[in-house]
């Protein structure tokens, strides 16, 4: 089956938008392609007549910390995110969820912004990044902009981006102070493939002393067609003591306010609702641990 | 020479496995023919309805297309390995009555050979058929109801196929029994996966036969079946096969062979067909899903004494080897116990699901997966150890079956069991009494650790009254000396590396080393019939064919003939089918014993397993090439683990929901135990070739119980399905409060 006519490596951002203008709506970015091939070769997607692979473009695969700030360039793999130990210390549940996407093959081939573009509700270096308040870099219409990362997802497999005419160039979010902490887990089936069942990220900001939670992020998915954060619970934790009590009353109120689907040949809703319970008990107590042992950026 | 040494039992390296691990050799979809063209198959869009008109002009006019053939140019059109019931290819205007019905939706309808793939893939979607819907009947028990629709005109209630077994005097029996269990288990359906999808090239030879290449698992059979659709004699069609990716049953039935031929013949072009994963999932049969009732009584001191059970297997729109498959899940539900008062009744019943058939156990795997949780909620019952319980109650030389006979001599049950339950170091003994060590501790207390056993017995061959028989020719070549041997078998190396043995046997027949030894085989021009590769039959049925070869040759030798050929029909000792009333019978010559000590830890509170260790025990009789028979073992556990706690073909109203390998999972290296440790036990089968018996299905047949009873001893509750996935074991365990904090 041939699934495509041309296909351009591109090595700068500038190459890439040009041949996307060249082409007219007849070129899409491929960006590691373990969803985009699939979809072709399973008829879900036509052939394309020409594809333009953008993992080369040097100013897209580095991982760069700026002070407090982390900038991830859209194609770097996710095998290269759970190998960095920058971003362990500073963006520990994205290396988590990063280290968990489908098998190695599609680790070391896979990009974070390749997940992000194709989607997805349930991707799980996307859920991290909702958990870390992310913004994402788009070239829409020629035009340069920083954007919150949710505005991304407009519909299950819908992005804000056209792939034909747009492009996402890089990530840029906080890094973990002290008393900032972050944990994902998932529940998948099983351990060598993708198809995660549920994904949780959680991001937390303790109070000088520890005792309290400051602020929290929340990322739960899929519990809709797109990622979302769970506002609700984030804002009950926000004063609260970071005890057993306060973490039973936020799995209680997940329980209430996610409802999540029942997906043909993953799991049932009841399962998944029972899933909310045991990923929260799990990821919000190790990112309460990290977050009262991180250390300053200026000590490494 | 003693060849002993040097020949059986040796690792020898597989043959063609540098070519397989290079890319070099050549699978069906490798090899291209000048001048070729490509075929698609239009499947059916429906589970169940009546075609009353294709209209294929559009697909005609597609440029590049070269004929658009339907179910009117069949010149005979149906096959089936056991009753022809399917229509090679479904729609109105056939020579048979009743093929413009699609029953499933593996069904074929049309095909389209072009200039090219792309130009075939496009047009056999312009292809209009008019369907008129009928009733779909997915479930078996829908199924045999009076007002189900009847998917066959001959077959009443759709009940295919209806065994009963009335052995010694049930209502004695349990009024004997102490202790009663009871249990519904239920079985899924299990795609083959093998790596390589369906392919293969038909095109006229020089003698101008009909000459398929395909990957199967018995050219002789694929001859046949090819020459009855196609209204052919035997040798105007000639099947070859080059490397097969894997076939584990999924071979057996027909897929391409017969649609290849057909526009071949028409066309006077090669022509050639690679299948998607996709449409191989659709396309070809997959293990019965079996709903098994069974209720087994022991006295307190744990002797049985009756068993009953009713077994009820979804065959799918079409025969296939539905027959042989419930006939071993029949004469297996009662596992290998000697059990004095019996009462079964297997069916076999047609629905709109995608056709059951052959797979790596042919039933066995379903019926163990009742037997062996039986027994292991018996010892639990009777408050006794599951290794105790069996030894005094399995299967030995001079027990009888529920079917009334005993097993064929060399009946080592018992020393598999207790050999490979101390081997293993999951169970420990002192005299009689036999005790389970305690697993490591679970690193976390929301995991939970267990130790589990299963044992279990197959049939070597098809038997049941069937003459099992299997050809060979050996040519010895040289002047004072033997100085080359050809071996020529036709059983297929469908990647066990039964070649490999071929020429270990041979050489040892022969008294030759193995280097002289070389294999003709995979071609009807060149070979005769030695029978499928299937039903752990082939080291066992070659073996005694080769042996019978090489002796008639050497005979010849001795009489200065030059080169001297020797040829050899084995016919396995005989044998019955059930009777009809009370299942009484000899069902097979051979088999193989296999126990199995299996260690998992589930997560509580998630529902995940992994299964850390297995330990499978086999009487081999004898290795004739142990890392081979290492490599069944531990690709068999891996595949036995896919079903018991992964695949879950997911259907809905006969349409396959997962036909992918990203939907369907299979296992990865990710999820295989840390360990397999194959403990090989040499009794020697007396019937057997140097001994060996059969031992392909065997590590597949008791994975699925021995986990369930691992995973009873982590939590103390009961698994009576498969698979077991994450979802299906929280479930059952929140209902026994386990997991909840």
Known sequence: MQLWNRYFLASSVD????????????????AGGTDLLIEMREGHRPPQPVLVDITAIPALTTIEQDNDQIILGACVTHARITHS???????????????VVGGPQVRNVGTIGGNVAHALPAGDGTTSLVALDAEAEVVIDGERHWRPILELFQGPGVSLLDSTRDLLVRFRFQAHQP??????????????????????????????????????????????????????????????????????????????????????????????????????????PAAVERAKTTMPVTSQ | MTSQDVNIGRNIRRMGAVEKVTGEALYPGDIDLKNQLWMKIRFSDRAHARITAIDTRQAEAHPGVVAVFTAADVPVNEYGLLIPDQPVLCGPGSSKPGADIVRCISDQVAVVVAETEQAAAAAVYLIDITYEDLPVV?????????????????????????????????????????????????????????????????????????????????????????????????????????????????????????????????LQRPVKIIWSREESIIG??????????????????????????????????????????????????????????????????????????????????????????????????????????????????????????????????????????????????????WQRVPPNPAPDSTRRRGTGVAMGFKNIGFSFGYQENSWAEIELHGQAQ?????????????????????????????????????????????????????????????????????????????QEDRPAIGTYTYLAPKTSPFDPETGQATPNFAYGYVAQFVEVEVDVETGQVEVLRVSSAHDVGKA???????????????QALGYAVMENLVTRDGMILNPYLSTYLIPTVWDIPHEVQSIILEYADPRGPWGARGMAEMPYIPLAPAIASALHDATGVWFDRVPLTPETIVMKLREHGIGVI
């Open chain 1, 15 to 30: 190459e890439t938008l040009e041949l996307l203008l060249q082409y007219d709506g007849q070129a899409r970015i491929i």
């Open chain 1, 85 to 99: 130990t920058a971003l362990q210390k500073r963006a520990t549940c994205l290396v988590e969820s990063c280290g």
């Open chain 1, 179 to 284: 008393h900032e902490g972050s944990a994902f887990d998932r529940i998948m089936r099983p351990q060598g493939v993708a198809l995660p069942i549920l994904g949780c990220a959680v991001w937390v900001r303790l109070n000088a002393d520890n005792s309290h939670y400051e602020a929290a992020r929340i990322c739960i998915a899929p519990v809709g067609p797109t990622p979302r954060r769970i506002t609700a619970v984030e804002n009950m934790l926000a004063g609260c003591p970071a005890t057993e009590d306060t973490l039973e009353a936020a799995v209680a109120l997940a329980q209430e306010v996610i409802k999540p689907r029942t997906s043909k040949y993953r799991a049932t809703a009841p399962y998944r609702s029972e899933m909310v319970a045991v990923l929260l008990r799990r990821a919000l």
């Open chain 2, 138 to 266: 997915t479930d078996v028990f829908a199924a045999m109801a009076d007002s189900a629709p009847q998917l066959h005109a001959e077959v009443e209630n759709n009940i295919q196929t209806h065994y009963r077994i009335r052995h010694g005097d049930i209502e004695q029996g349990w009024a004997q029994a102490d202790v009663i269990v009871e249990g519904e288990y239920i079985t899924g359906h299990q795609e083959h996966a093998y790596l390589q999808p369906e392919a293969g090239l038909s095109y006229l030879d020089d003698e101008g036969r009909v000459t398929v290449v395909v990957a199967g698992q018995w050219v002789h059979e694929d001859q046949e079946q090819v020459a009855h659709a196609l209204g052919l004699e035997h040798d105007q069609v000639r099947v070859i096969y080059p490397n097969i990716g894997g076939a584990f049953g999924g071979r057996e039935d027909m897929s391409v062979q017969i649609v290849l031929g057909l526009a071949a013949k028409k």
């Open chain 2, 284 to 433: 070809h049969h997959k293990r019965h899903p079996i709903t098994i009732h069974a209720r087994w009584g022991a006295t307190r001191d744990g002797k049985l004494v009756a068993a009953e059970a009713e077994v009820f297997g979804d065959a799918g729109a079409y025969a296939y080897t539905t027959p042989k498959v419930m006939g071993n899940a029949h004469l297996m539900v009662c596992g290998p116990y000697e059990i004095p008062n019996a009462k079964v009744d297997t069916y076999g019943v047609y629905t709109n699901n995608v056709p059951s058939g052959a797979f790596r156990g042919f039933g066995g795997p379903q019926a163990a997966f009742a037997a062996e949780c039986q027994m292991n909620k018996l010892a639990e019952a009777l408050g006794m150890d599951p290794v105790e319980l069996r030894l005094r109650n399995v299967l030995r030389d001079d027990s009888v079956m529920v079917v009334g006979t005993p097993l064929p001599p060399g009946v080592t049950l018992d020393r598999v069991l207790a050999e490979g339950a101390v081997e293993s170091g999951f169970w420990q003994r002192s005299g009689d009494r």
């Open chain 2, 482 to 558: 033997i100085e080359r041997v050809v071996v020529r078998q036709a059983g297929a190396d469908v990647g066990q590396g039964a070649h490999t043995a071929f020429q270990q046997m041979a050489a040892e027949a022969v008294g030759v080393p193995v280097e002289k030894v070389e294999v003709v085989s995979h071609d009807t021009a060149f070979t005769g019939n030695s029978g499928s590769a299937s039903a752990s039959r082939m080291t066992f049925m070659a073996g005694n064919a080769i042996r019978g070869a090489a002796e008639a040759a050497l005979e010849k030798w001795t």
């Open chain 2, 624 to 638: 004739i090439n142990p890392r081979l028979i290492e490599g069944q073992v531990e690709g068999g556990v891996v």
